[in-house]
């Protein structure tokens, strides 16, 4: 009886404690993924802008705190009752997005190096306070591309 009672016991805690490392591991750490990145063709030949939407799986939020490109210089922006200042960082939140849109955060590209065409692509390096740096490839879509309806 005091075998069985003693390895009932050290089962359950074995399970108590797989069980609570499997889900804090899972929720302790951002998963991020990016998607639908795109930089209208732009007018001018020293700036431009990008837009991308970062996802994040993981229950716990990271921060984007730079964005580097061998196009030119990148800065991040949002956007606050239709005035755009320039922001050191933004949280990506657990199980949730941060989404750069015309009109709202996005990707400034200054210092040009050349005048992107569409149909090609700019490399962009993402960096995070807790995730590794994510490299994405921006297609140059028309200067009034709307992701909505693809045109």
Do not use: W
């Not at 040009?112 to 994510?134: A, D, M, N, Y």
Request: hydrophobic share 35%; glycine share 10%; aromatic share 4%.
């Amino acid at each position: 009886m005091r075998r069985l009672a003693a390895t009932t016991a050290a089962l359950v805690g074995a399970l108590t404690l797989a069980g609570c490392s499997g889900s804090a591991s899972a929720d302790s750490e951002p998963e991020l993924s990016v998607g639908t990145a795109y930089m209208p063709q732009p007018v001018s030949d020293s700036m431009a802008a990008g837009f991308l939407t970062i996802d994040n799986k993981g229950g716990t939020k990271d921060e984007l705190t730079s964005v580097t490109s061998d196009a030119g210089e990148v800065t991040v922006h949002e956007t606050v009752d239709s005035s755009m200042r320039e922001v050191t960082s933004l949280d990506v939140p657990a199980h949730g997005q941060l989404v750069f849109k015309s009109g709202g955060n996005h990707l400034m590209f200054e210092k040009l190096k050349r005048k992107p065409k569409q149909g090609q692509t700019v490399s962009v390096e993402l960096h995070f306070t807790e995730s590794g740096p994510i490299t994405v490839e921006m297609p140059v879509k028309p200067a009034t591309y709307n992701p909505k309806t693809g045109h």
